[in-house]
């Protein structure tokens, strides 16, 4: 059989640098807001949005919760793994209302007043929702959680007590089932590692096995949340982001949420991983090949096209930034270590077009069982002899000997990676 090269680009079939759609657009986390109706002596308050209840002043003297549950099982759905990264950020008072709310939201609370020390010491209103904001980013096991209400008590324009309460997309008995199912979905995924491994192993097997096993899917169920990918198995960027950071953080590697935007400006979801002490980004949604292709052209599947793209493994900044920009409520660190780089732990970054490296690297993934190979390069130079070496010269084959049928392939240019394939057309 003659064998060819089908060729595939970026943006055109497999759309590598598609960005998220509409339905994948994070924003700010939905809440609402009201004053306190209700008085207690020498304290007032108007009514400033009917969306959100007002207690009464005996609810907000006594600070209790609107259920027997949050007794019996107080904070029961926070994860002791979670890793605290945003909080870590946050000044020592803010970390008070950080606390305050990550109980409220593990309990299922509603009507809990938040300390009045941070009112003392000058926080108001504006500290809220980038203090709510930071305990999402920190713990993805509050899956149930959609927002917040809170109401403020005033003496005259001094505020002396807010309460808070959090907002939630289903009842606590509903929650506790979902909780046993993701339980049980994370169990059997982390028994397929080792205690053992290294923290890049670790990482690499997240990233692997959330991308075989989810759909990237506009309109899935529930798409915002863990329950997606770790029950239903589709989801969007969030949904993967989370699961990533969840999984993470029980094998005992420093995992954070991020959010910012892709080139296209849409609203988009990752993950900072810490890896032996370095820094490091990871986008799981943009390495899974069901997101890349979605809504590209049909006839793409009989080229069998690998389910993983490595490009976004243990990134530094430096090459996040050519297509994401980060947002949110929390700084984040400046990323340059590339030693856990999926690239370059695999042996497959070339600073030059070196036919031995290249003969060596697909050896090996002939031996792993492998079907498909990819490559970066460190520079455009690197790249543009690396593309009319086994492209334009067609000196890909003399790396596949003995396999008979065409050689398919994507190139992704901002990020200088080719990958191939043999397919059977």
Not at 19 to 48: F, K, N, V, W
Not at 58 to 86: D, Q, R, T
Request: proline share 2%; glycine share 8%; hydrophobic share 30%.
């Amino acid at each position: 059989m003659k064998k060819q090269i089908s060729i595939f680009l970026s943006g055109l079939l497999l759309l590598i640098l598609c960005s998220c759609g509409e339905e994948d657009i994070l924003g700010e986390i939905p809440r609402d807001y009201a004053i306190a109706t209700a008085e207690t002596p020498g304290e007032s308050g108007q009514e400033e949005n009917s969306q959100a209840a007002a207690p009464s002043s005996e609810a907000e003297e006594s600070n209790e919760g609107s259920g027997s549950e949050e007794e019996e099982s107080p904070f029961s759905f926070l994860m002791e793994e979670a890793s605290v990264y945003a909080y870590n950020n946050l000044s020592e008072m803010e970390r008070i209302w950080y606390r305050d709310m990550e109980e409220i939201l593990g309990s299922f609370g509603t009507e809990r007043k938040l300390s009045g020390a941070c009112l003392e010491s000058g926080m108001g209103e504006g500290d809220i929702d980038r203090i709510f904001q930071c305990v999402l980013n920190d713990h993805p096991e509050l899956f149930y959680v959609e927002g917040y209400s809170y109401t403020k008590y005033t003496r005259g324009e001094k505020i002396t007590s807010i309460v808070f309460s959090g907002s939630y997309t289903m009842d606590y008995d509903t929650a506790l089932v979902r909780k046993t199912e993701i339980e049980a979905a994370v169990e059997e995924i982390l028994g397929g590692i080792g205690g053992d491994a290294s923290d890049y192993d670790k990482i690499k097997y997240v990233y692997e096995t959330l991308i075989r096993n989810t759909d990237y899917r506009l309109g899935a169920p529930d798409n915002q949340n863990v329950y997606s990918v770790f029950v239903n198995h589709a989801s969007v960027c969030q949904g993967y982001a989370k699961a990533t950071q969840y999984l993470l953080n029980k094998l005992g590697i420093e995992c954070s949420l991020v959010l910012g935007t892709v080139d296209t400006g849409e609203g988009h979801a990752w993950n900072l991983v810490k890896a032996d002490g370095e820094y490091y980004y990871v986008d799981t949604t943009w390495g899974d090949a069901s997101y890349q292709i979605s809504g590209s052209a049909e006839g793409l599947a009989e080229y069998a096209m690998p389910e993983i793209n490595y490009d976004y493994l243990c990134v530094t900044t430096a090459e996040l930034l050519r297509t994401h920009t980060l947002g949110g409520q929390v700084p984040m660190p400046q990323c340059t270590a590339t030693e856990n780089n999926y690239y370059v732990r695999e042996g497959a970054l070339f600073a030059e077009y070196d036919r031995e490296q290249m003969g060596e690297l697909f050896q090996k993934s002939l031996e792993q069982g492998k079907k498909d190979v990819t490559i970066k390069c460190t520079d455009y130079v690197c790249y543009n002899n690396v593309v009319s070496a086994l492209i334009n010269g067609q000196e890909i084959f003399d790396y596949l000997s003995g396999n008979e049928g065409s050689v398919a392939y994507t190139q992704n240019d901002n990020q200088l990676s080719l990958t191939f394939w043999v397919t059977n057309e």
